[in-house]
DNA sequence: CGGCATTTTGAAAAAATTCAACTCAAGTGG
DNA sequence: CCACTTGAGTTGAATTTTTTCAAAATGCCG
């Protein structure tokens, strides 16, 4: 089974034409917040790209330690295998629609080749986006991370508040500490620091309002502090 | 210019041949020690597969802050772009001769389909590979990082010696530093550290002897220590 | 042998974690 | 509608880990 909590399948068609795929309808699935989409070591047959909501990838250790891989965005393709298994437990922080496509369509041009470039390309981004998030938790401080984290966040899906922009945090303090390598102690000071320098105002636990985007750009970069 | 730094052409066949490459002499570069392969930033028209030799993938930060995203081995590849652009700094750390590939081999089956497909395989690997390190990176103490390195050198390119197996370090201290997120002093005690409880032996600063496996292997999955 | 970069070691400082207590917000059921 | 419960988040103090700064040792190369 590819699907191990057995989402809603909204198959529109159910033998994904190889001609056309922009004009055909998708085969798309939905999930429910906490559900998983896959976990590390299953078989991998199905990719996904998020159309809507938000996934969350991680890997757990033996002990419990638990890293937060990435948290899959709409845009985002995730599920791509290696010795055709996945290698990262999936699960949904909302409900999330996922578009789904095939092994195959990743694997071999011949079914569809736009959708087969797009695919790889895909896969070619997310080798570049993990490499910045090497750099983040290798050789950043607390505070850097958060600000990195933070920016990243509201160019990917901040919305104009005012003058100002807000970010909705769909994940826990946890979450954010298991991916950027802290505790959610550390986490909750550091939101509280950047709150009481006045770079961002936390309206409610999840929703956080960037007042000086410049002042966390100079953050999150290492400039002074 | 996609090779930075000149290394000796050795281009046997000219035009990359789209059939039977399996037969065809390949297409390799020779580049020695300290000499860049490709910059961050650089356009990237060409994807490398080490066939001898050890690479250093880096990114630096503007205050210089280092971090080692990967060394490459033999049986690694490269210099997969994205945006058309490498997003690392790649040199030789010894002197290392690397087959080449053109961008568009990985991009189009057009070509050599065997070869897209063993390419886009090693991606996949390479994406795989990387939510290793981020584990390490993020969630395992200075010894545990230690550990892990040493393993995963040991079991890719560990030598027998006697009952024991053998590992040469082409890098620095500083350079594993940067790898695993540390300092070249943490990396030095932890070394010393390793030693004393006889984990390890330390020949030669960049020959390390694994004495007990069995006990690097826990250490490196943090259980107990 | 001398010079230089790398490595090691030591001691103090800084950063982040751990452990513990407290607050807060969101449900639940009386 | 309100007390009660519960889980998440925050804050404080002590501890641990890692870094920083400094100095000594080592080894390599000319």
Redesign the pocket.
Known sequence: MYVTSSPDFNDDTAVIPARKPSIARQATITIKPGKHLFLEDDPAGLIYEVASGVLRLTRIMEDGRRQVIAFGYPGDTVGFPSNGRYHTDCDALVPTTLIVHRRSDLESAKGDPELHLRLLRAALREISGMQDHFMMLGR????E?LASFLLVLSARVGEPLGEYTQIALPM???DI?DFL?????????T??QLRKSQIIA?D???TVVILKPVGLRAIAQGDSD
């Open positions: 950043k401080s607390s505070i991370k826990t303090r946890a500490a390598g802290l505790t959610t102690e550390t986490i909750s000071r939101f509280t936390i409610h636990v999840n």
